[in-house]
């Protein structure tokens, strides 16, 4: 028999013990099944009691049962939705806490504008008129002291009101909205930022009462022309104090609410006078005043003060305020001032003439040349703004062209293509054939569709030849292709200041790719500066309201960087002048005065520009659409050239003219036996460099000899007229001309006698 093994005692127990376990466990389980269905059938038993069955289950329990679901996961959403908007609220001083207010000098002391808010809470809600209570209440929120901070009511009204109407005709935000909204959020008209405004509004109504809301609202709302609060306003346009404005000025007033730009009295007088009656109209309708009572207003509607005369440099205003608050983010936390004073770095009397210049070309040829606006930026050698304008008419629109428009620069991008190849050897007098070239695609066109054979960089940047750029961007790019010579000319563009995009396209050497005419302007700056880059900036100085200094551009702004060899510089401004005195840009040239820039036109001559310089300034100018259409034929060696040396000629008024490295008289250039040569396939050779030559003297042209003879004609034939009304003892009487192309415009003249201009080129 076999021999029977015992196992171990300790064996035994562990075993033992986890039997135990599991039957305990087993236990547990059925026993909590059981009570957990006997409780569920006391409870199915109990709730039996309660069933509805049939159509009363359809009606009453079910949507009852949904509406308390969707509640739930509503009111979990909007808790949600809430934590943007009550991190506004997080600073404890929100209440206290003022906003940015700059008063803002020319750069020689005089006061020129202001902006941001200067907060005036002198005057208690009791000292404001009834009657311009009233018409705000009428006008803005008439259940303003009903409602929990949103107007349910009026909001589903403003909602069928504009659905009817087919657009905005009524706002459904309360006066507590629009308090949240410019307390704490922007302008912008988003469905968050409505979100956002609405749980604001409710969080204001906690805090404050209805009387402190609306003191707020009156106190800091902007009411146009730069100014913030009722009483403000009734300064800025009525010359009074809020507490002695009449019912007529009352219903002006409240009705800048709506829109300040639009109704501001002092640029659309009839349009303010057209909304206060609105605005008496919803007095009578509201209850508030009766038909009788706004009689005399109706019939003496409120004059404003004319401010037309008051030529406040708005544009520059904008951009310098937007500077400055970016500035005092820079300040210590710890610096709690909040009222300023700045001294900029305009000039006005360039200011004056840079709107002069703009204004008298669009009206005397923007119609002809379909362009209806322009934009331009003056600068100094340091990067300050002497002159900023961005739009034909700041009271149309507000949108800064010059600094926040982003445009082709056509042609005078050429620059950097140029002073990218002189730094990587190439000469002013380096030849490249003017030939086909394809990249793909892609195969650029000169104007009129020719070319020139071989030419040197400083012929091809005069006559604004596109093959040559797009040739030097190839050979830049050597083994590694095209694209590397564009990485290589994007980077010498940011080296100057260009911060704008600039996507590698194949275009870019010809100016494709779009920049602002600020940063435009202020890198043209490069090349009088002997290569150093500066940075625009519109401040020169800030003091607080008590005149302690607390920020200079001199000792606290960026210093001028290297940006390319002082010899390179001069190069290029050597090269460019050419562009000025014989090339695109003759009627940019200045007496007496050193001159260099390009020219610029884009396809379908949608964009004009002239960017140029001399040992003082620089100057950008722009003509074009905003809508991108095409204008008639116009190039930037027309208006903008023109433009330019309008606005320049005033600059250099009463001023030491500096000289211009690299430009002067006997501006001919050495010529090397050998130079390099980009040939037709990209390839650098060796080829003898032909003689530069500055330009031979205006010679008299047919067309300039039949426009004289014409004149002269003219002249004669007044003399006669006059002749004979003299010898009959009468007054003698003006005769007018004929007008011509080459009188009505006499740079047409300068043209018609130049030697090459048998054929215009595009720049």
């Known amino acids: 028999m076999p021999r029977q093994i015992i196992p171990p005692r300790w064996k035994t127990r562990v075993r033992h013990f986890f039997l135990d376990l599991d039957a305990r466990i087993d236990s547990t389980l059925f026993s909590s099944g059981k009570g957990a269905r006997e409780l569920y059938e006391r409870y199915s038993t109990f709730m039996d009691r309660f069933y509805v069955g049939r159509w009363k289950r359809w009606v009453f329990i079910e949507p009852l049962s949904e509406a308390a679901t969707i509640g739930l996961g509503g009111l979990i959403l909007l808790l949600a939705l809430a934590v943007p908007a009550f991190r506004e609220t997080a600073d404890e001083d929100w209440l206290k806490k003022s906003d940015l207010a700059v008063t803002f000098l020319d750069r020689y002391g005089n006061p020129i504008g202001s902006r941001g808010i200067k907060h005036n809470d002198s005057i208690p809600l009791e000292d404001f008129p009834d009657n311009l209570i009233k018409a705000t209440l009428a006008t803005e929120d008439r259940r303003f002291y009903d409602h929990f901070g949103i107007d349910i009511a009026g909001t589903a009204r403003a909602l069928v009101t504009n659905a009817q109407a087919g657009g905005v005709r009524q706002g459904g935000s309360s006066i507590t909205q629009q308090l949240a909204k410019n307390l704490?959020?922007?302008n912008e008209r988003t469905i968050e930022r409505k979100v956002n405004e609405a749980f604001l509004a409710i969080w204001l109504e906690t805090r404050l009462t209805k009387n402190e809301i609306l003191k707020l609202y009156l106190d800091r709302a902007y009411m146009g022309g730069g100014t913030f609060g009722v009483d403000g306003a009734a300064h800025f346009y009525f010359n009074k104090s809020v507490r002695d404005i009449n019912l007529a000025e009352a219903a002006m007033l409240a009705g800048l609410f709506k829109a300040p730009t639009k109704f501001a009295p002092h640029i659309n007088l009839p349009a303010a006078r057209a909304r206060a009656n609105v605005v008496l109209d919803n007095l009578v309708d509201a209850g508030f005043m009766t038909e009788g009572q706004v009689f005399g207003a109706r019939r003496n509607p409120a004059f404003a003060v004319d401010r037309r005369d008051e030529a406040s440099p708005n544009y520059f205003l904008d951009y310098a305020f937007d500077e400055m608050r970016k500035l005092v983010d820079t300040f210590p936390k710890s610096y709690t001032e909040r009222v300023f004073v700045v001294r900029t770095s305009i000039d006005m009397n360039v200011q004056h003439a840079a709107d002069e210049a703009i204004e008298n070309q669009l009206r005397q040829f923007g119609r002809d040349y379909h362009a209806t606006q322009a934009a331009t930026v003056v600068a100094d050698l340091?990067?300050?703004?002497?002159?900023?304008?961005?739009?034909?008419?700041?009271?149309?629109?507000?949108?800064?062209?010059?600094?926040?428009?982003?445009?082709q620069p056509g042609s005078s991008f050429k620059p950097y293509v140029y002073t990218t190849a002189l730094l990587n050897g190439f000469k002013p007098t380096s030849i490249v054939v003017d030939g086909p070239v394809c990249i793909g695609n892609w195969c650029p066109q000169n104007y009129g569709h020719s070319y020139s054979g071989a030419v040197t960089l400083t012929q091809a940047i005069t006559r604004s030849i596109n093959v040559v750029p797009v040739k030097l961007?190839?050979?830049?790019?050597?083994?590694?292709?095209?694209?590397?010579?564009?990485?290589?000319?994007?980077?010498?563009?940011?080296?100057?200041?260009?911060?704008?995009?600039?996507?590698?396209?194949?275009?870019?050497?010809?100016?494709?790719?779009?920049?602002?005419i600020l940063e435009h302007a202020v890198a043209y700056a490069t090349f009088p500066n002997k290569g150093k880059a500066v940075t625009p900036h519109a401040v020169l100085e800030v003091r607080t309201g008590a005149g302690d200094l607390v920020w200079r551009w001199d000792r606290d702004g960026p210093k001028p960087r290297q940006a390319i060899p002082a010899n390179i510089a001069a190069d290029m401004a050597g090269m460019m002048s050419h562009v000025v005195s014989e090339g695109t840009a003759r009627r940019a040239a200045l007496d007496g005065i050193p001159t260099a820039g390009k020219t610029g036109t884009t396809n379908s001559y949608r964009d004009a520009w002239f960017v140029g310089y001399t040992g003082n300034f620089t100057c950008a100018v722009w003509f074009g659409n905003d809508d991108y259409s095409p204008t008639n034929r116009m190039t930037g060696g027309s208006l903008p050239a023109q433009t330019w040396h309008d606005i320049m000629t005033v600059a250099h008024q009463g001023i030491e003219i500096k000289e211009l490295g690299g430009v002067g008289a006997g501006a001919k250039l050495p010529q090397p036996p050998l130079q390099q040569v980009v040939a037709a396939n990209g390839a650098v050779v060796s080829q003898r460099a032909p003689e530069i030559k500055p330009g031979p003297p205006p010679v008299l042209t047919r067309r300039g000899a039949d426009t004289l003879v014409q004149i002269e004609k003219m002249l004669d034939d007044a003399a006669k007229t006059a002749d004979k009304t003299t010898s009959a003892n009468e007054p003698p009487k003006p005769t007018r001309p004929t007008p011509s192309s080459a009188l009505a415009f006499p740079e047409n003249y300068a043209a018609a006698t130049a030697s090459d201009a048998a054929a215009p080129r595009k720049n």
């Open 184 to 186: 704490f959020l922007s």
């Open 382 to 407: 340091d990067g300050g703004v002497r002159a900023m304008v961005g739009g034909r008419d700041y009271g149309a629109s507000q949108f800064n062209r010059a600094t926040d428009a982003y445009r």
């Open 473 to 516: 961007s190839i050979a830049l790019g050597g083994k590694d292709g095209p694209k590397a010579g564009r990485a290589k000319i994007v980077e010498v563009a940011r080296r100057f200041g260009i911060k704008a995009p600039l996507p590698d396209t194949p275009s870019l050497p010809i100016g494709a790719d779009e920049v602002t």
